[in-house]
């Protein structure tokens, strides 16, 4: 069956499959979500309604980095939308994207629900929050109105919300199955049961302000126009069958290498595309050529990038003071340790 014969779904056609009739309301709901980094990237869809993903990807948890989220009835007679301590507009893209996601879920629209959100992810980082936010929000919902729903489907549903946080559902090395049903349900995330306590994520930003285009819309505008996205499919299995590998033999050379040129090719397909997308600033070069220069003395760092001009450097805990020295730009709490507990 090609995509031109195979039934569309709403998001609440498939969600209302797994739901009760009725929604009782409790009185608090308080769920954490960690950010997620991708080392094999997810990049285009193959269903725009349901998030769903033409490859599969990889991803690394940024441990106690993420989004605190508490769901409560609202004394007020409407929702209520919190954002680091600050009440949003209803009509904020911010406030509207979190309760068209909770009404998916919700029967009783006359129950306003008051919903708080914290980041605490250094914003200087310049990293998204959507993967922790969404994922943080699904599961305060199910905790919120009781449903119980197991893991691989609250990461499904994470996904409708933005696709990397079907990934952020879970701590440590997480890979998400693209799945090939029309309802998407096979595409979730699952934690590997590796674990590297040496691994270190390094947040360098290297440039301020919002991007023109959102990531769900250049990678649209990637699938639609960019003759190289016709690679990267076949690019991205191969390597995200490397980065698995990688992880279980602590490589760090074949991961970073596999991991930079992932996401190198992903930027490719975006140039490649009409108009064209590059969300490299002039810093984002510069920042490059330091990492390449610094391992071409014998260090092994690497970077990846996502949709936007920051790089995220990959090393291991022995080189952090040169890692450091290097990128003074770095302060500690920029130097993740994924797996250290406390
Ligand atoms: O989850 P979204 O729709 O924000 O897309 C994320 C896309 C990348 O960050 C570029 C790659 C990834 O796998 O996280």
């Known amino acids: ?74 004394s007020t007679s409407a929702d ?35 919903v708080k959100t914290h980041n605490n992810i250094p914003t200087a980082a310049g990293l998204a929050s959507s993967a922790s936010g969404f994922a943080a ?29 079907a990934r952020s559902v879970y701590t440590g090395f997480v890979a998400w199955h693209k799945g090939s049903q029309a309802d998407g349900m096979d595409s979730f995330a699952e934690p590997l049961s590796a674990t590297w306590q040496d691994l270190r994520i390094g947040l360098l930003k290297v440039a301020t302000g919002t991007k023109a285009v959102g990531s769900g ?22 390597d995200m069958q490397q980065i698995t590998d990688a992880i279980l033999q602590k490589d760090i050379h074949a991961l970073g290498k596999t991991a930079e040129q992932n996401a190198l090719s992903m930027h490719a397909t975006m140039i490649a595309s009409w108009p ?14 330091r990492v390449w220069q610094l391992r071409s003395t014998g260090v092994p760092v690497y970077f990846t990038m996502d949709a936007g001009a920051n790089l995220k450097l990959l090393f291991t805990a022995d080189h952090t003071a040169t890692v450091r020295a290097a990128f003074s730009e770095m302060t500690n709490a920029d130097v993740v340790a994924p797996f250290e507990c406390g």
């Open 276 to 289: 064209p997308l590059l969300y490299w600033q002039p810093a984002s070069v510069a920042a490059m050529q």
């Open 80 to 114: 209520e939308v919190w954002l680091n301590d600050e009440i949003l507009p209803a009509s904020s893209s911010f406030a509207s994207k979190v309760v068209a996601f909770l009404n998916l879920f919700r029967r009783d629209l006359q129950q306003p629900v008051c």
């Open 137 to 165: 929000l699904m599961l305060a919902i199910n905790e919120f109105y009781g449903f119980n729903l197991d893991t691989p489907t609250l990461s499904a549903f994470a996904r409708m919300g933005s696709g990397s946080a």
């Open 1 to 74: 069956m090609n995509n031109n014969t195979k039934q569309q779904y709403t998001k609440q056609q498939v969600i209302n499959r797994y739901l009760p009739k009725q929604t009782q309301a409790g009185q608090h709901a308080q769920q954490f979500a960690p950010s997620n980094i991708a080392l094999c990237k997810y990049w285009g869809k193959r269903d725009v309604a349901l998030n769903l993903p033409v490859n599969s990807s990889l991803s690394v948890s940024l441990g106690g980095l993420g989004t605190q989220t508490s769901l409560t009835p609202a």
């Open 217 to 238: 819309a250049g990678m649209q505008r990637t699938v639609e126009t960019a003759p190289l996205y016709a690679a990267w499919e076949a690019q991205a299995t191969q």
